[in-house]
């Protein structure tokens, strides 16, 4: 009798994907998805970089300001996390050199002209439950702050999480849609593989990453993350913090942010004078840019 048990419950966990098993003894049993794993394996690989990381905090005061009265007069909801990431693309086109290149060997750097983003966002699940997938924004320097707004609230209603990627070479896609599914050696094989070729590992998961968890939670943290890519932003908490603002100390809405660097490529000096153009630009330049709020009164 015990033994059938058992069958019925590893049958019953094997044909699950994601769904919890409740065990008699007490304890429940997730399976971890493929792409969990697959997650894990990119972690992995991303070790062997030569990581260096920077912290600072800026204030957004003025930007959620404009987002919340766009929203009191629109109706229309802005991704606090599309602005992030446009502002960090604009930045990071002023500086392609090196910060959107990647290495090819020991004598070689590509320097892209596209700034592809890689973020994470949250898809509902059938059940309710919320996922974080990975999706990647195309020539995100070209983009509006409503565009981008829009794309990431589509990508989220998406209904197969493969096509959330914003890829439209055919080859690429199917590869993105089975790496995850394929066997750990094959994995292994097309991983190392992506992150040798520079125009591959352009196309499955772009040139420059923004990992966005400091969006789902409250209070000020700042992160260390492991990446792929040559340069990530880390988006820690928020929290309002008394700040020097026109000579009176008020308080201002505080974020942390967290740029992660591949020091084989990237070094101090251009590091420092892109980490100052991006505190510039989030706290002063995008305001009246046509690219940024702006763009929220058009159309």
Same mark, same amino acid.
């Given at each position: 009798?015990?033994? $059938?048990?058992?069958?019925?419950?590893?049958?019953?966990?094997?044909?699950?994907?994601?769904? $919890?098993?409740?065990?008699?003894?007490?304890?429940?049993?997730?399976?971890?998805?493929?792409?969990?794993?697959?997650?894990?394996?990119?972690?992995?690989?991303?070790?062997?970089?030569?990581?260096?990381?920077?912290?600072?905090?800026? @204030?957004?005061?003025?930007? &959620?300001?404009?987002?919340?009265?766009?929203? !009191? /007069?629109?109706?229309?909801?802005?991704?606090?996390?599309?602005?992030?990431?446009?502002? =960090?693309?604009?930045?990071?086109?002023?500086? +392609?050199?090196?910060?959107?290149?990647? &290495?090819?060997?020991?004598?070689?750097?590509?320097? =892209?002209?596209?700034?592809?983003?890689?973020?994470?966002?949250? /898809? $509902?699940?059938?059940?309710?439950?919320? !996922?974080?997938?990975?999706?990647?924004? %195309?020539?995100?320097?070209?983009?509006?702050? +409503?565009?981008?707004?829009?794309?990431? %609230?589509?990508?989220?209603?998406? +209904?197969?999480?493969?096509?959330?990627?914003?890829?439209?070479?055919?080859?690429?896609?199917?590869?993105?849609?089975?790496?995850?599914?394929?066997? !750990?050696?094959? %994995?292994?094989?097309?991983?190392?593989?992506?992150?040798?070729?520079?125009?591959?590992?352009?196309?499955?998961?772009?040139?420059?990453?923004?990992?966005?968890?400091?969006?789902?939670?409250? #209070?000020? #943290?700042?992160?260390?993350?492991?990446?792929?890519?040559?340069?990530?932003?880390?988006?820690?908490?928020? $929290?309002?913090?008394?700040?020097?603002?026109?000579?009176?100390?008020?308080? &201002?809405?505080?974020?942390?942010?967290?740029?992660?660097? @591949?020091?084989?490529?990237? @070094?101090?000096?251009?590091?420092? &004078?892109? =980490?100052?153009?991006?505190?510039?630009?989030?706290?002063?330049?995008?305001?009246?840019?046509?690219?940024?709020?702006?763009?929220?009164?058009?159309?």
């Amino acid at each position: 009798m015990m033994k $059938e048990k058992k069958k019925k419950y590893q049958k019953e966990l094997n044909s699950s994907t994601e769904m $919890e098993i409740n065990n008699p003894e007490g304890y429940q049993i997730r399976r971890i998805s493929k792409m969990a794993r697959l997650i894990d394996e990119f972690t992995s690989l991303s070790k062997k970089k030569n990581i260096i990381w920077s912290f600072t905090q800026v @204030d957004v005061t003025e930007a &959620r300001e404009k987002i919340r009265l766009h929203f !009191k /007069r629109t109706g229309e909801k802005i991704s606090f996390t599309a602005f992030i990431i446009t502002v =960090f693309a604009r930045t990071v086109a002023n500086h +392609k050199y090196p910060m959107n290149a990647m &290495r090819k060997g020991k004598k070689k750097l590509y320097v =892209f002209d596209d700034v592809d983003v890689m973020t994470n966002i949250e /898809r $509902e699940l059938p059940d309710g439950s919320k !996922k974080p997938v990975s999706y990647t924004i %195309r020539k995100a320097h070209t983009k509006t702050l +409503k565009e981008i707004s829009q794309e990431l %609230r589509e990508a989220q209603k998406t +209904k197969h999480i493969q096509a959330a990627s914003g890829q439209k070479n055919a080859l690429l896609k199917k590869v993105a849609k089975n790496v995850h599914k394929s066997p !750990k050696f094959m %994995r292994k094989l097309i991983l190392n593989y992506m992150f040798k070729d520079p125009k591959f590992k352009k196309s499955a998961m772009g040139t420059v990453g923004v990992t966005a968890v400091g969006m789902f939670g409250s #209070g000020m #943290g700042k992160m260390i993350h492991l990446t792929p890519h040559t340069l990530s932003l880390g988006v820690g908490g928020m $929290e309002s913090l008394p700040t020097n603002y026109i000579g009176e100390i008020v308080l &201002r809405d505080q974020i942390g942010l967290t740029i992660a660097m @591949d020091h084989a490529i990237i @070094d101090g000096a251009p590091a420092a &004078r892109f =980490f100052h153009d991006l505190r510039q630009m989030f706290m002063y330049f995008c305001h009246d840019a046509d690219w940024c709020f702006k763009s929220l009164d058009n159309g």
